[in-house]
């Protein structure tokens, strides 16, 4: 018993299991686990036969996921794109839990945001050194304009 509830909690979907169950009963299986990306979620289809996924940790830092996913179609997002939807999310989670709350929650999403992004740990560790909207606010600005910049140059 507690040899599956870790396999559950740090291992991968069983696709096989979901197909199974898919198979055996004959209402609407969603599946669930692993769905991070188009890819994935289409590998999950796919394979399993289901009606539908669920998505949990992969909207984390990519919530256009679910564009993707709807649309069969990759979405990319431009540096301007990103920019402005950490900064509408900044200003959302401070109008609904206040600076004191919304900044030191903000830091993990940021995190996921720019992650695989060039330089990005130099700025995760400025941010998570930030308490003020409006310095988090500002280290956002300054880098997505240095990463505008070096794109334009390539």
Known sequence: M?????????GKADLEVIKRVKEAVSIP????GDVVDLESSKHMFEYTGV???MVARGAMGTPWIFEEILSNKKVNIEYSELRNIILE???KAVEYYG???AIPEMRKHIAWYLKGLKNSTIIKDEVNRE?????VVEIINKYFDE????????
Do not use: A, Y
């Not at 507690?2 to 740090?10: D, F, P």
């Not at 299986?29 to 669930?32: T, Y």
């Not at 308490?131 to 310095?135: G, I, N, R, S």
């Open 51 to 53: 009606d539908g996924v």
């Open 147 to 154: 990463l505008e910049e070096l794109e334009k140059q390539i």
């Open 89 to 91: 999310h900044i200003k």
């Open 131 to 135: 308490t003020k909207k409006e310095k």
């Open 99 to 101: 600076e004191k709350r």
């Open 29 to 32: 299986v969603i599946g669930n």
């Open 2 to 10: 507690v040899e599956q509830k870790i396999r559950c909690i740090l």
